[in-house]
């Protein structure tokens, strides 16, 4: 009997030791410590939602907030610190404007806890730390913010509370201009409607009443031509000369020796002499004395130019003898001139690249024998510059497709 009352003794004082042990202590200790600092992380993280939706224009609408009672609001302050409207009145704002966000009263306990949260979780919120006699106690820094006696009297704010206080500028008044929208207008032929300082006019097409370079509007021939009074004097032994609508000087006599039948001509785009058939030898009467050029369009109300050769550097121009009107077509023989194609056209080879012609538009296709046959794509991967290009289908992932394309006119990745 003594016996079996002696296990029993043993047994009890065994279970009181294991439940009121230092160790089982500390884990309890340690579990209400991160429940607490879990609390705490909430209020924080509701406080600077609230606060953040005000600054953005919205609503933060949280159980957390009614639970934590939580308000914000605007306060703007005069210069003598006094509260005053937060709106702009006779083009005059507030001196001072702030969002003020605040928890309710925190336990005393739990200050250097909340301390603790704000200087890991919140170090770079500015002004958001403990109201304490009429500062605001940041976390993460030694320094403390003095609330103006106005703010604290509105906000009605009381030791303990956390609180978030940011500054701001209230933005400028929009300025508000009412248009009248006037009635259509029927435009005469020649002329297009466009919609211009507030109302409808009545515009020319591409009326030109400018010129470039050293080129000055003819209103009798209604095109440009080389202005005279721009005209440089040369010294020694070189002349003035217009080069692409600019007057140049260059020495008119050259070193050049050409053949019989043959004379030295300056080539305008190089600037150098070269041996041309001596035009005075050619006495077939040619039926195309004014050759027309195509017409140029543009944009409604802009300036176009005229060129003297309506083809780029890398076109030919054929003429046609029964119309005298031109057409451009591409010239493969060019594809070296830097002005064509600026890189090495070596490079531009091998299974994944090819050469292709910018064709400004599908009309223009229509001119060009090269291309027969073939469906040759104009989109936004293609350029229109009218110049010879590269394509390099590699950076598809693709090859080219050899039986679609046609180069260096067109070029299809496969």
């Known amino acids: ?29 340690e579990t209400e410590y991160a429940i607490n600092q879990a609390d705490l992380r909430t209020i924080a993280q509701c406080a600077t939602a609230v606060h953040n939706a005000q600054i953005n224009g919205t609503e933060f609408n949280d159980i957390c907030v009614e639970q934590s009672q939580i308000i914000s609001d605007f306060v703007c302050l005069d210069s003598k610190l006094k509260i005053t409207k937060c709106d702009v009145t006779k ?3 507030p001196t001072y404007s702030y969002i003020i966000t605040a928890t309710g009263v925190l336990d005393e306990h739990n200050h250097n806890n909340m301390m603790e949260i704000l200087e890991t979780y919140f170090a770079d919120a500015g002004t958001f730390g403990i109201f304490q006699n009429n500062k605001i ?6 320094t403390k913010r003095t609330v103006p006696d106005a703010i604290v009297e509105k906000m009605q704010l009381t030791d ?79 002349t003035a000369i217009l080069v692409d609508s600019v007057w140049e000087c260059v020495a008119p006599f050259p070193d050049k020796q050409c053949p019989a039948n043959m004379v030295a001509r300056l080539n305008y785009n190089t600037l150098e002499w070269e041996c041309v058939i001596d035009p005075t030898l050619d006495k077939n009467i040619k039926k195309c004395s004014n050759i027309k050029y195509g017409a140029l369009t543009g944009a409604l109300g802009t300036t176009l130019r005229i060129p003297q050769s309506p083809c780029t550097d890398c076109e030919r121009m054929i003429v046609d003898p029964e119309t005298c009107e031109t057409k451009c077509l591409p010239d493969p023989s060019r594809i070296d ?28 296709v229509k001119n060009v024998d090269a291309v027969t046959g073939i469906n ?3 989109g936004s991967q293609y350029s229109q510059n009218r ?28």
Request: hydrophobic share 35%; glycine share 8%.
């Open 91 to 93: 083009n005059r704002k």
């Open 337 to 364: 001139d830097a002005k064509c194609y600026p890189g090495p056209t070596a490079e531009c080879s091998g299974p994944t690249r090819a050469f292709f012609f910018g064709f400004p538009n599908a009309e223009y």
């Open 376 to 378: 040759v794509p104009i």
């Open 1 to 29: 009997m003594n016996i079996f009352i002696m296990i029993l003794f043993a047994l009890f004082m065994a279970g009181y030791y294991m439940m009121d042990s230092p160790s089982q202590s500390v884990q309890k200790h």
């Open 137 to 142: 106690m940041a976390g993460g820094t030694a």
């Open 160 to 238: 303990g509370q956390l609180v978030y206080m940011t500054q701001y500028e209230i933005p400028d008044a929009g300025t508000q201009v009412n248009i009248t929208i006037e009635p259509d207008i029927v435009c005469p032929a020649g002329t297009a409607k466009t919609y211009k300082f507030g109302r409808w006019q009545c515009v020319g097409f591409n009326t030109k009443t400018n010129c470039g370079g050293d080129m000055v509007w003819d209103s009798d021939l209604f095109e440009c031509v080389p202005d005279e009074s721009r005209k440089p004097l040369c010294g020694g032994d070189m």
């Open 387 to 414: 110049k010879f290009n590269c394509m390099d289908c590699a950076q598809f992932e693709q090859v080219v497709d050899t039986e679609k394309s046609r180069p260096p006119y067109v070029v299809v990745c496969k």
